[in-house]
């Protein structure tokens, strides 16, 4: 059994999901929910000019961590709807110059989605396969370009593999060929070095509680020089956000938002080489203990506290029960009532099988090393206890090739 005397359970290992509130991040944003309160568009009185510059502040913050000038901040509900914003503020905006939009096919669905939904609107969408290691190939983008070509949207880091696109290679090219580059910068920036300037990014989507931050709070970047980028505003109404983005501004998220930026900025040295310390001692323990387990995507190119491992010979729902005091996601996807394998990883070639078998650990601030230890431990266990009863597993040890075994039809007669 594995030890728990030195664990609180049950163990989160899903940070990219979300992520627990840092207690700075708590702490500076507690008094914007009661002693400051005002709005921060009031314009003739000290409860809206507090609030302003508690906004101002956080700007200044996320622009920081990121490359950025404050004035290249619009704030958001999140990075739902800044992939939103960018994608179809564009789209709307360059219609003249062109029609045609790339992307990858292992983006976040609310990339994919506002695609499908400009492809209803006459926009032609070019969805970039990946190789087997996650990456996209930078011919085939480049082939992909056109003069119809107004964007190119490819996430710097995937929040299911963890793999790193190539993005500044990618920003060069675009730049090259004059099409704007949107990266969904979510599961990066705060984790790995992201800079706008270097990385040739022209708009950028981050979101707060990825990275300790609260939830429901989000910002684009929209670069104003070389080139000036413009947008199609997506929500209507008193014109915030120098138009671009309408509504009230929500204080207190927002200045945790900034807190969570400033912090990772600090911290991101450090954390990243605990994080991938202790990610790599988990994937030393189990693949040193289990056969038939494999990587999903490319090793090189990853965040430091990411991995997403699939166990062949187990059947993905058994393994998450046996595991149910761990919460990590699996390479199922819960559509509607039935169980779709992951795109992501069908994408990267997995079958349906060892999609299903797979799990996503996601490292994250207050992980310890004592609950890898656990974790570990527990994931070797429980896959051997159901090799055990799996008669293909048997088999494979036997040394028989399962891909050439003709399975008999059985007749079902009850
Ligand atoms: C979580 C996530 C999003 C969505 O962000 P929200 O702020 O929750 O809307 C988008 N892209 C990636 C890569 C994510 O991980």
Redesign the pocket.
Known sequence: MASEAAVKLPIYMDN???TRVDPRVLEAMLPYFSEIYGNAASRNHEFGWVAEQAVDKAREQVAKLIGATAKEIVLT???????NLAIKGVAEMYREKGNHIITEVT?????LDTCKRLEKHGYRITYLPVRTDGLIDLDQLKDAMTDETILVSI?A???EIGILQPIREIGKLCHEKGVLFHT?A??AAGKVPFNVIEDNVDLA?V????IYGP????ALYVRRRNPRVQLVAQMDGGGHERGMRSGTLNVPGIVGLGAACEVAQLDMGEESKRLFALRESLREQITSQLDEVYINGSMEHRLPGSINISFAYVEGESLLMGINDIAVSSGSACTSATLEPSYVLKALGAGDELAHSSIRFGLGRFNTQAEVDYVATKIVEVVRRLRELSPLYEMHKEGIDLSKVKWAAEPVNH
């Open positions: 990219h999901a979300t509900s999140g990075a739902t709807e800044s992939n983006e976040h669905k609310c990339v996430m880091a995937n929040n969904d979510v599961q989507s979101s707060a509680h990825k939830k429901g709070v989000g």
